[in-house]
């Protein structure tokens, strides 16, 4: 319901996070810290507060109008269910 467009973003770190140094390997500053950089892909900002907020608000807004919608197609059930017992009786008093 609530679309966010993507914002790429590329971090930069002095060394890769997900790397783990193999333990026969000594580490020194020179090559443990080599420059590491991420593109992040397919994520929005995150959500300030009064985003945030409105979509609080909207929960609610929205179940109102479901719950509006399912009475009023419960009630246009029972209307066609009405006119097909009548067109039944009516097709039956043809057919005698």
Known sequence: MWF???VVRTGRGGG??????APDVVLSP???FEA???TVQQRSLPWN???R????E???ALVDIVLRKAEEMAE???QLMRSNKELEAFSYSLGR
């Open 30 to 32: 020179r090559s443990s």
């Open 76 to 78: 246009l059930n029972e």
């Open 58 to 60: 909207m929960r609610p």
């Open 4 to 6: 966010r467009p993507e």
């Open 16 to 21: 890769d996070p997900r790397k783990t140094a």
């Open 53 to 56: 907020d409105a979509a609080h």
């Open 49 to 51: 507060d009064a985003a």
């Open 36 to 38: 590491w950089k991420e």
